[in-house]
């Protein structure tokens, strides 16, 4: 099971960090995704972090790139997301996924991703 915290409502220009706990799985065997959908919108991807077998790679949607950061903490089987000048259109519910044996190729696509945590709301104002 996968679940997300740390949402919540902030300024534009503020920073957050999304938090992703996994309980029956190791997170460094999975490539660990973020996802969010905003109301009226598809999910979409965010970041990802490869597994550690797949070199732990991280990859970030192009227009999210320098203001979020994805990151793993092997020892408390967790995952991250620092979001960082928050914008109005980051306003969404952020879920964390994961999934096993993806390609390279396939990590933003969220049908490869078979582990789906409740997501987190977050907010931003301008």
């Known amino acids: 099971q996968l679940q997300a915290s740390g949402g919540g409502l902030v300024q534009a220009g503020s920073s957050l960090r999304l938090s992703c706990a996994a309980s029956?799985?190791?997170?460094?065997?999975?490539?660990t995704g973020w996802f969010r959908q905003a109301p009226g919108k598809e999910r979409e991807f965010v970041a990802t972090?490869?597994?550690?077998?797949?070199?732990?790679?991280?990859h970030y949607a192009d227009s999210l790139k320098g203001r979020f950061t994805i990151s793993r903490d092997n020892a408390k089987n967790a995952v991250y997301l620092q979001m960082n000048s928050l914008k109005p259109e980051d306003t969404a519910v952020y879920y964390c996924?994961?999934?096993?044996?993806?390609?390279?190729?396939?990590?933003?696509?969220?049908?490869?991703?078979?582990?789906w945590g409740r997501g987190t709301q977050v907010t931003v104002s301008s």
């Open positions: 029956g799985g190791t997170f460094s065997r999975y490539t």
């Open positions: 996924a994961a999934g096993a044996g993806l390609i390279l190729s396939s990590v933003r696509s969220r049908d490869q991703y078979g582990y």
């Open positions: 972090i490869r597994a550690s077998g797949s070199g732990g790679s991280t």
